[in-house]
């Protein structure tokens, strides 16, 4: 069944009040339907817009010159002390040929354009009156610059990306996406399934466990409830949005660290032995916990002593979210080799290049959602290799990231392999 703008509304109600933060920035409400399906509307025919035969991609954000304003002067911690913004001297129409002509001029990473409804709720007239300078700092959040930067206002933002592919956010937070009539809940997390966890648990528990014992040595901080083990999945995440974003494809599989050899079951083209993301990413979080602890001393107490170490940790945190980036960008390029990538949940790589020899065949497929049978038939080499070796792998998973964007995972269940199709990685989804 496909779905159309219109479906995108009822769902979108429904899960953005949920996504409301802790701040005022958090609490703007959605307009109305005949507004949004004006919007949603006219968002999806603009991305089936070329310039020059080259799909466009662009951002829109709703907002008024009121809310610039008030967002103007809010104080730093809520929201940035200047909101850059063009203003027209006259608002343009909001329409698809509008939009194709902004399209070059506004960045999709950087750049908004402005919508704002001079009509009424019930009879719109979308007119655009600016375009935003948004920053970049969202999308080095996005791509694993977990404590840098800036995040989005958290209005609403409709993006596009290619052709009938429409995603709605609030912020850079995104709720769900539309492509190819398929509509994508992105508040789903294919890590919080079951068997995903199950797999991921035992690793997070060993790095969890890390932190702990270097903060309680150094007896820096009260160590609690905030160590969950969160830097590490979001490290996994975005190798595998990276993977995606080359638009080459890959195979990411993910093995238990017990496992000693792979055996006759894959060669490498490049076998190898890197094991620096584990100490970096516990290095970076011990830092952090330190660096959020005496944050906290300092806002109750003024200690000019401390100061300094506060500053050094500062330092320290930079250069460990760039060493995470940097680690993050030399893996994902090793997808440009054919071939599987193969690590261990220690994130120890094993190699690249990777080419599947398991002839396993005689098992079953079923989709995780609907419980349905999958044929192996119905799908490229590179899936068939992919769902062989995890077949014959009991304790490992298998990222597959089409060249299309399109990501599947692949996991042993008892006697059967579980296919998840087509998941999103949450705010990585954009």
């Given amino acids: 069944m496909f779905n159309y703008p219109l479906d995108i509304i009822t769902n979108l109600k429904k899960l953005w009040p949920s996504s409301f933060g ?3 920035d958090d609490y703007w409400d959605l307009p109305s339907d005949q507004v949004l399906h004006l919007l949603i509307e006219t968002a999806f025919h603009s991305s089936f ?5 080259r799909s466009i991609s662009f951002k829109l954000i709703y907002i008024t010159k009121n809310d610039k304003k008030v967002i103007s002067n809010a104080p730093i911690g809520i929201r940035r ?13 909001f329409n698809a ?5 902004l399209s070059p001029a506004s960045d999709f990473i950087q750049s908004l354009i402005c919508v704002d409804n001079f009509g009424s709720n019930k009879k719109p007239k979308l007119k655009i009156w600016g375009l935003m300078d948004g920053g970049t700092s969202w999308w080095n959040i996005l791509h694993g610059r977990f404590m840098l930067g800036l995040p989005l206002i958290k209005k609403l933002i409709i ?17 769900l996406s539309l492509n190819n009539g398929e509509l994508i809940d992105n508040n789903y997390n294919i890590f919080n399934e079951v068997k995903i ?4 648990e035992e690793s997070i528990n060993k790095y969890t466990r890390e932190i702990i014992l270097r903060l309680n040595k150094d007896k820096i901080m009260d160590v609690n409830k905030n160590i969950d083990g969160s830097t590490y999945l979001d490290f996994v995440k975005s190798i595998i949005f990276h993977i995606r974003e080359k638009h080459h494809g890959g195979v990411l599989i993910i093995v238990n660290d017990k496992i000693q050899t792979l055996g006759d079951k894959i060669s490498f083209k490049y076998k190898c032995n890197y094991d620096v993301p584990w100490e970096i990413l516990v290095n970076r979080d011990e830092v952090l916990y ?7 001393y300092l806002r109750k107490n003024y200690d000019v002593s401390k100061f300094a170490v506060y500053s050094s940790l500062e330092t320290k945190l930079k250069q460990y979210d760039e060493a995470i980036i940097d680690s993050i960008n030399f893996i994902s390029s090793l997808s440009n080799i054919d071939g599987s990538i193969v690590f261990t949940d220690k994130l120890q790589l094993l190699g690249f ?3 599947i020899h398991s002839s396993e065949s005689n098992f079953n497929i079923l989709n995780a959602d609907t419980g349905n049978p999958v044929k192996l038939d119905n799908y490229g080499t590179r899936h068939r290799s992919a769902f062989r070796l995890c077949y014959s792998i009991n304790n490992s998973i298998g990222f597959i990231i089409s060249q299309d964007g399109n990501i599947k995972v692949v996991k042993k269940d008892k006697n059967k392999l579980l296919l998840w199709s087509n998941i999103n990685l949450g705010f990585f989804g954009i």
Avoid: A, D
């Avoid at 817009?49 to 035969?53: N, P, W």
């Avoid at 002390?81 to 129409?93: A, G, H, Q, Y």
């Avoid at 993006?159 to 709720?175: A, C, D, F, K, M």
């Fill in 22 to 24: 802790s701040t005022p």
């Fill in 49 to 53: 817009l070329t310039e020059e035969t």
């Fill in 81 to 93: 002390r200047f909101l850059k913004i063009i203003t027209f001297n006259s608002n343009r129409e």
């Fill in 97 to 101: 040929n509008e939009i194709l002509r």
């Fill in 159 to 175: 993006s596009s990306t290619g052709p009938g592919h429409i995603t709605i956010s609030r912020g850079e937070n995104v709720l």
């Fill in 197 to 200: 966890k199950s797999f991921f």
């Fill in 290 to 296: 330190k660096y959020l602890s005496l944050n906290e």
């Fill in 353 to 355: 290049g990777g080419e």
